[in-house]
Structures are given as structure tokens and as C-alpha cells.
């Protein structure tokens, strides 16, 4: 719905945080196509953060944690598994980020 506004976001950033739940494995599928967007329209030198968000429910994670750190591995990326509900790992995210 919102992709078309998408480039107006990144367009000179310094940085992107891509956002996937744990708990919905569709979501890692989208988050792989808005990491393609970025890398083909984006800044050449953008880093790339890969937040897996509700961490707090880890019990009906459909995401392993492997899956995520082998793929922003491979576009290197940073990876961090957060809660936005219990603020757990934001600021590590945004340490990692500014590394």
C-alpha cells in the first residue's frame, strides 16, 4: 500500500531499520523484499540494521534466530532481536547501527 512513498523515506539516509515479527514468517519474506528495494533504489552506502521484533513472545517464534543472523550475514547487515512493547535491545539496535 505504502510502497510507492517508500523512496521519499530513504533517499539520502545513512542508515535503514528493516522490521520483521518472530512470530510470522511472511513477514522475514517481506522483509527480504524491502531489503531488495533498498539495495537496487536506495543510497550505494546504506547500512542496514534487521530488527526481529517480539521477543517477548518467543514461545511461538515461526522465525529462528539462525534464519535471521545467516541472511543479514549475507547482505551484511546487523541483526537484533527487540521488543518494542518491553523495550528490550532498541538501544543496542541503534548502537549497533552507528558502529
Known amino acids: ?8 523515506y530513504y533517499r539520502g539516509s545513512a ?5 520483521y515479527d518472530i512470530t510470522k514468517q511472511d513477514s522475514f519474506h517481506t522483509l527480504k523484499k524491502w531489503v531488495k528495494e533498498l ?5 550505494e552506502n546504506i ?6 521484533n ?3 513472545l ?3 517464534r515461526e522465525v529462528p534466530m539462525k534464519d535471521a543472523k545467516e541472511y543479514a550475514e549475507s547482505i551484511g547487515a ?3 532481536e527487540t521488543s518494542a512493547k518491553n523495550a528490550v535491545n532498541i538501544e543496542e539496535l541503534f548502537q549497533g547501527i552507528s558502529k
Open 78 to 80: 546487523i541483526v537484533v
Open 15 to 19: 542508515a535503514a531499520v528493516i522490521v
Open 54 to 56: 517480539k521477543c517477548d
Open 58 to 60: 518467543s514461545d511461538i
Open 47 to 52: 547500512v542496514m540494521a534487521i530488527a526481529g
Open 1 to 8: 500500500q505504502f510502497h510507492s512513498l517508500a523512496p521519499m
Open 39 to 43: 539495495k537496487e533504489h536506495g543510497p
